[in-house]
């Protein structure tokens, strides 16, 4: 089967950026390809095409010193499928021309299709309008910045990401693997993005925000009250309101919101559900000791029974067979 192109993610090397969030994020996304090969070499088989970008060729001094050259141009890089924003160390509340150019760049690419992710730079994301009666995530530090000068983006920095259809943001480099993971599920697949976190991920998000990060991948698309609806899901996933109730509380029939819950993720409610239960519950197994009927209720199921029933028929084994297994597989990649 023939490869895809490299995913083409620019860099932004912005002033007084932190020079560990650029590289960090840059080596973690190099690391897909090695997955995908098998073999070390980052030039091999790399699924992610990535440039540092300046406003100018100039290098770039980080605030701790680090200097960074800049591999392409803004206005070389006129084709993007990724922009990455990292944060910058005492960013300024007003806009400078610096930060415009900057600003104008990522609202070009991201009206013509681009992915934005912001490692705990939001401030410049907020400063170019994409963040405009949004959610997003941050630096807890700039929370007051954001009520007084950005009242228009929900911030919510006690999240540790925010994964809204094309703008994915995070409130520091702790998430960033969970971040590129992300980006990987996206332009190469699930598979690939769960091995890569095996490999990468120190720490886990809770399970609410687990849940939320890979249900993006199904809430592309641009239907407001079906995207309400998930977002009612995701928070009720333990006891999910009947359709009745949940069409009632998006303003929609029950045969509306079930026709344009097709549409847009091709799944009927029930079929949503029991996706985004599996996919919690593999996410406990691997990243927890908690009981089987802790996990059972913690994803909506009635019973540990009926949850082994459920796990097993989708994976061909039962959860504490599986969680022995990702087990194992995690001691032999260490």
Same mark, same amino acid.
């Given at each position: 089967m023939k490869r895809q192109p490299p995913t083409r993610v620019a860099i932004l090397l912005l002033p007084r950026h932190w020079a560990g969030s650029v590289l960090l994020a840059r080596e973690l996304l190099q690391i897909a390809g090695t997955l995908r090969s098998g073999r070390p070499d980052v030039g091999v088989e790399p699924l992610f095409d990535i440039m540092l970008a300046g406003l100018d060729r100039a290098p770039v001094a980080s605030f701790g010193g680090p200097t960074l050259v800049p591999e392409a141009t803004l206005d070389e890089l006129t084709q993007v499928d990724v922009a990455i924003v990292p944060a910058q160390f005492a960013p300024q509340a007003e806009t400078s021309p610096e930060d415009a150019r900057f600003a104008a760049w990522l609202r070009a690419r991201h009206a013509e299709g681009a992915v934005v992710l912001s490692l705990a730079g939001s401030l410049l994301l907020a400063k170019s309008g994409l963040l405009d009666r949004r959610d997003a995530t941050g630096l807890l530090s700039e929370r007051a910045l954001f009520r007084d000068r950005f009242p228009r983006v929900r911030y919510l920095p006690t999240r540790r990401i925010v994964a809204a259809d094309d703008i994915i943001t995070v409130c520091g480099i702790g998430p960033t693997p969970d971040a590129c993971a992300h980006l990987i599920e996206r332009f190469h697949g699930a598979d690939l993005a769960r091995r890569f976190l095996r490999h990468t991920s120190t720490e886990t998000l809770p399970a609410n925000e687990h849940t939320a990060l890979w249900n993006a991948r199904y809430k592309r698309h641009g239907d407001a009250p079906v995207l309400a609806m998930q977002e009612? !899901?995701?928070?009720? *996933?333990?006891? !999910? @309101?009947?359709?009745?109730?949940?069409?009632? $509380?998006?303003?929609?029939?029950? #045969?509306?919101?079930?026709?344009?819950?097709?549409? %847009?993720? &091709?799944? =009927? *409610? /029930? #079929?949503? !559900?029991?996706?985004?239960?599996?996919? #919690?519950?593999?996410?406990?197994? /691997?990243?927890?000791?908690?009981? *089987?009927?802790? !996990?059972?209720?913690?994803? &909506?199921? &009635?019973?540990?029974? =009926?949850?082994? /029933? %459920?796990?097993?028929?989708?994976?061909?084994? &039962? @959860?504490?067979?599986? $969680? #022995?297994?990702?087990?194992?597989?995690? /001691?032999?990649?260490?």
């Open positions: 009612i !899901v995701e928070r009720e *996933l333990h006891e !999910v @309101p009947p359709l009745a109730h949940l069409a009632a $509380r998006v303003g929609l029939s029950e #045969r509306t919101l079930s026709r344009r819950l097709l549409a %847009a993720t &091709g799944m =009927s *409610l /029930r #079929r949503y !559900v029991a996706a985004l239960r599996l996919e #919690r519950a593999e996410f406990l197994l /691997r990243s927890t000791d908690m009981p *089987l009927i802790h !996990v059972a209720q913690d994803c &909506g199921w &009635g019973s540990a029974a =009926s949850f082994c /029933r %459920a796990f097993a028929a989708q994976h061909a084994l &039962g @959860p504490a067979a599986y $969680r #022995r297994s990702t087990s194992t597989t995690a /001691r032999k990649s260490r």
